[in-house]
């Protein structure tokens, strides 16, 4: 009997504790939640102010001139196998360059190719209007400038800062207006999405942001 008991008695401090251990631990569940994370789908839509040339207004000049060879399916200057160019434009909410700014597109692109117009661009559109003043989303890719008067440029959104942090997506690009050979205008539409967690997901809203059209 007293063997009995006492293996009675073990048993229930086993069962005790192991009670108490589930109680106090944190389930699986509820140890990810906070770590799992919905998307949050975005768009946003600018009109990049392109001024080319060498006059007082140009916006994208050469950064490196390139060892070549000279690259036949491109015009001088800027055709050699290697030239940088660096940008530095205005992203208007229309395609009128007197519209209201929202931002500035950043970044550099490369002749990257001896025998097709194809560059290599890595640049940032930086927000300047409230509420994301200051948030940035980063894209970059290949630009085939051939068939850039037919059909739109895809580039990879691959990042963002502020409002776009962890932003994965797509861009469009096309040419939407000429004004002169030297100003152009470029429609960038962004789709992106960006990390939300769960415990915000109800906090967020689902609205487009600001320059969605």
Do not use: C
């Not at 939407?176 to 415990?199: G, I, N, Q, R």
Request: charged share 15%; hydrophobic share 45%; no cysteine.
């Amino acid at each position: 009997m007293m063997a009995s008991s006492a293996a009675n008695r073990l048993l229930l401090l086993l069962a005790a504790a192991m009670a108490l251990t589930t109680l106090l631990a944190p389930s699986v569940s509820a140890w990810r939640r906070p770590m799992l994370a919905r998307r949050r789908l975005m768009r946003v839509k600018v009109y990049v102010q392109e001024y080319l040339g060498n006059g007082p207004e140009t916006t994208e000049k050469v950064l490196v001139r390139g060892p070549g060879p000279v690259n036949p399916s491109l015009y001088p200057p800027n055709n050699l196998f290697g030239d940088t160019l660096v940008m530095d434009n205005l992203a208007t909410k229309s395609i009128d360059n007197t519209s209201a700014p929202v931002g500035r597109l950043y970044g550099t692109y490369m002749v990257s190719s001896m025998s097709h117009p194809v560059h290599v661009v890595s640049f940032t559109l930086l927000l300047t209007t409230r509420p994301y003043n200051g948030s940035t989303i980063v894209m970059g890719g290949i630009d085939d400038s051939a068939p850039v008067l037919e059909h739109a440029l895809e580039h990879a959104v691959i990042g963002g800062t502020g409002a776009f942090r962890g932003a994965q997506g797509h861009v469009i690009g096309k040419l939407v207006k000429v004004y002169s050979p030297t100003h152009v205008v470029m429609e960038l539409d962004v789709y992106a999405s960006v990390p939300v967690l769960w415990t915000q997901a109800e906090e967020v809203p689902a609205s487009p942001l600001i320059v969605d059209h």
